[in-house]
T-cell receptor
Framework: AQSVTQLGSHVSVSEGALVLLRCNYS??????LFWYVQYPNQGLQLLLK??????LVKGINGFEAEFKKSETSFHLTKPSAHMSDAAEYFC??????????????FGTGTRLTIIP | EAGVAQSPRYKIIEKRQSVAFWCNPI?????LYWYQQILGQGPKLLIQ????????DSQLPKDRFSAERLKGVDSTLKIQPAKLEDSAVYLC??????????????FGEGSRLTVL
């Protein structure tokens, strides 16, 4: 079974500072990896995804993530935090993209707080 | 394009009572998922439908939970009888037949259940 581990349930950064949210995966096959964001009282929204193409993936709102097979990591970064980035972020893994195995397994989430 | 609709948004019940949640996916999306999100945890898949057939219900507690997707469109998730540990947000998500290309699930805002 595949899984993801998010290090740090809460992260606080100052406005304008670097955002780094950590995600490590466990997989016996090449994984497909995702980052979703959840704003208060809203559903989850896709930020970006890795599906075995380029290892550096760019997403919405200035976020990006790099797939590092040697480190089994898929950390999410943003060069300069904005107040509107305050939300909960979930890393997720899929067993594949074919019918029947496109289910997502989520990590426990990281709550990002932005300090003015 | 209308998003995934869920109702009710909030429900409070006593233990051993029953509750039902409704989900209407994005028009044309063949695949529908129900996830359970307990406070402080990531979403956990309960059941996946492809049209009106069940693809995966291995993590659905079938002694108390049931779900159906008649006519392959909207879906209902029922809990009877409810336990205290069922307190959670129940998320509905859908994906198109092009999931293999997009890798994106579209989530509703969720139904928050409190069992007293």
């Amino acid at each position: 079974a595949q899984s993801v581990t998010q290090l740090g349930s809460h992260v606080s950064v100052s406005e304008g500072a670097l955002v780094l949210l950590r995600c490590n995966y466990s997989s016996s096959v090449p994984p497909y990896l995702f980052w979703y964001v959840q704003y208060p009282n809203q559903g989850l929204q896709l930020l970006l995804k890795y599906t075995s193409a380029a290892t550096l993936v760019k997403g919405i709102n200035g976020f990006e993530a790099e797939f590092k097979k040697s480190e089994t990591s898929f950390h999410l970064t943003k060069p300069s935090a904005h107040m509107s980035d305050a939300a909960e972020y979930f890393c997720a893994v899929s067993e594949g993209l074919d019918f029947g195995n496109e289910k997502l397994t989520f990590g426990t989430g990281t709550r990002l707080t932005i300090i003015p | 394009e209308a998003g995934v609709a869920q109702s009710p948004r909030y429900k409070i019940i006593e233990k051993r009572q029953s509750v039902a949640f409704w989900c209407n996916p994005i028009s044309g999306h063949a695949t529908l998922y129900w996830y359970q999100q307990i406070l402080g945890q990531g979403p956990k898949l309960l059941i996946q439908f492809q049209n009106n057939g069940v693809v995966d219900d291995s993590q659905l507690p079938k002694d108390r939970f049931s779900a159906e997707r008649l006519k392959g469109v909207d879906s209902t998730l029922k809990i009877q009888p409810a336990k205290l540990e069922d307190s959670a947000v129940y998320l509905c998500a859908s994906s198109s037949g092009q999931w293999g290309q997009t890798g994106e699930l579209f989530f509703g805002e969720g139904s928050r259940l409190t069992v007293l």
